[in-house]
């Protein structure tokens, strides 16, 4: 049985389900289709579905909407809303739905339990099922294979294979890290990681290591509850730069030539649908007594109080200047939550909009990639932003606003104060084109 399927996945024979078009299973289903698969991706959304069938991708995301193009007209990818008759025509099943928290931070399971629930019916000997959605520690064993076994009927590891391989694809990048990343492979059987391996060979060069699926599901938490306490790190070291008048980059810098220290890079904030959640997830399963589990919390805690901080330098640099917030016109330079894409979600932008609108300033926005605007007017472009403001707020890493042409841009200003959220100018260019320049982690002398 083992063999028969590995035998499809080489000569891609075989037919893939994949639940949930997002940004996760949109690209996966188009890779796998790009690699010779028949592939039905298979989402609840009616124009999600749409979409796929329009050839429309919305993420401004590199090289997968000729992808799509080619794999839709090819007829090697569909769409359907339709999931048990998937997967019942299926060889593989990779899930992909999303994984949120609740009010209260606690994880919400609902969604990866109806999709799993939905292929146990369509289950049958000889199946292999991949969970990519990012979960709680303990999820496959306490919730994913019994919802598969006790509605199937089926034994896990000797009537079909189950694997955990959590995604690790950054946006903007998803296709070239799709193909050349390692990628971790959970499984609570030999044969389960046997079959998964490979299938995931067909679609990536990187290393597919293979581990259980507890350590694989801490492994993904881990990796991105530790680069958000990196920033917190690089944060925390921002606000003590501040008071003490050391420009933290210059500190980060210096101390990132030491070979066992790499300190990320400080901000007005982290944004994102991964790093804003998954620590939760992690924190979810904490279960010491003895003593307090305070990073990971802190760390979210520090992240995201960096947006208020924020409006909080903008708002007393305007007063030292003589402005008041509430009469200033702000522009804020960047809505998505990182460089070069045009996704909002999470995007510290959202708050520092927010906070500025609610003390009164009239605010505009600018942003080459992305349409949202979080009720503040939009301008077409930087001179537009710039002219006429009493302030101007970076939010938004982009590479377009490394090379603004500052002497130019501070003619059309009414006050020339720029506070940069996310370190992308050279303090002293600023300051050389008489601008007042003030950052995270940065002090100027008025
Ligand atoms: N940021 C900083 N300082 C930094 C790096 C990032 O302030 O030094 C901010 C960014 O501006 C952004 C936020 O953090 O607002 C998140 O950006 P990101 O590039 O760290 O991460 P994501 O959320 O786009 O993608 C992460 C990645 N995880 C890691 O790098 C460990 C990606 O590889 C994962 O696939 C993705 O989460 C996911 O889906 O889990």
């Known amino acids: 049985m083992k063999l028969k399927l590995i035998e499809k996945f080489r000569k891609r024979t075989a037919h893939i389900a994949v ?48 992808l799509l193009q080619r794999v839709v007209s090819s007829g090697r ?23 949120p928290i609740d009010d209260q931070r606690r994880p ?24 990519v959605s990012t979960v709680p520690p303990g999820t496959m064993k306490n919730t994913v294979v019994h919802i598969l076994e006790d509605r199937s009927r089926l034994k896990c590891g000797v009537d079909f294979w189950l694997a955990y391989c959590p995604e690790r694809i950054t946006p903007g990048k998803i296709l070239r890290e799709f193909a050349t990343g390692d990628r971790i492979v959970g499984s609570f059987d030999e044969d389960s990681a046997t079959v998964a391996v490979e299938l995931l060979k067909t679609v990536t060069n990187g290393d597919l290591l293979i581990t259980d699926c507890g350590s694989a599901e801490v492994t993904k938490l881990a990796e991105n509850a530790f680069r958000d306490a990196n920033i917190a790190f690089a944060n925390e070291l921002a606000l003590i730069c501040e008071s003490v008048g050391v420009d933290v980059i210059e500190a980060i810098r210096l101390a990132n030539t030491h070979p066992r220290v790499r300190i990320h890079w400080p901000g007005c904030g982290v944004g994102g649908p991964c790093l804003t959640k998954d ?6 399963s904490k279960t010491s007594k003895h003593v307090e589990l ?27 200047i003589g402005k008041s917030v509430n009469r200033s016109r702000i522009a804020v330079l960047g809505v998505a939550y990182k460089q070069d894409t045009d996704d909002a979600t999470n995007s510290p932008a959202e708050v520092i909009i927010r906070e500025l609108v609610s003390l009164g300033a009239s605010v505009v926005v600018f942003d080459p990639y992305c349409n949202e605007s979080f009720g503040a007017e939009k301008m077409k472009n930087v001179a537009e932003a710039f002219d006429g403001s009493d302030c101007v707020i970076i939010a938004t890493d982009h590479a377009v606003f490394k090379k603004l042409e500052l002497k130019k841009l501070k003619t059309l200003m009414k006050k020339p104060l720029i506070v940069d959220g996310k370190r992308v100018i050279d303090p002293d260019k600023a300051k050389d084109a008489g601008l007042l320049y003030f950052g995270v982690g940065y002090q100027s002398k008025l």
């Open 77 to 99: 990818l569909r769409a359907s809303t339709e999931s048990i008759g998937v997967v019942e025509e299926s060889d593989a099943v990779v899930v992909c739905v999303q994984t």
């Open 108 to 131: 919400d399971l609902t969604y990866l339990k109806r999709a799993c629930d939905e292929v146990a019916q369509g289950l049958a000997e000889g199946k292999l099922v991949i969970v």
């Open 294 to 320: 305070g990073v990971v919390k802190a760390s979210r805690e520090l992240n995201d109080f960096m947006p208020t901080h924020t409006v909080e330098l903008a708002t007393r640099v305007l007063k030292e």
């Open 279 to 284: 620590p939760y997830l992690l924190l979810h």
């Open 19 to 66: 639940i949930g078009l997002g940004r996760v299973g949109l690209p996966t289903s188009a890779v796998f289709a790009g690699a010779g698969f028949s592939v039905v991706g298979v989402d609840v959304l009616e124009d999600v579905v749409q979409d796929v069938s329009l050839r429309r991708v919305r993420a401004n995301e590199q090289g997968l909407k000729d």
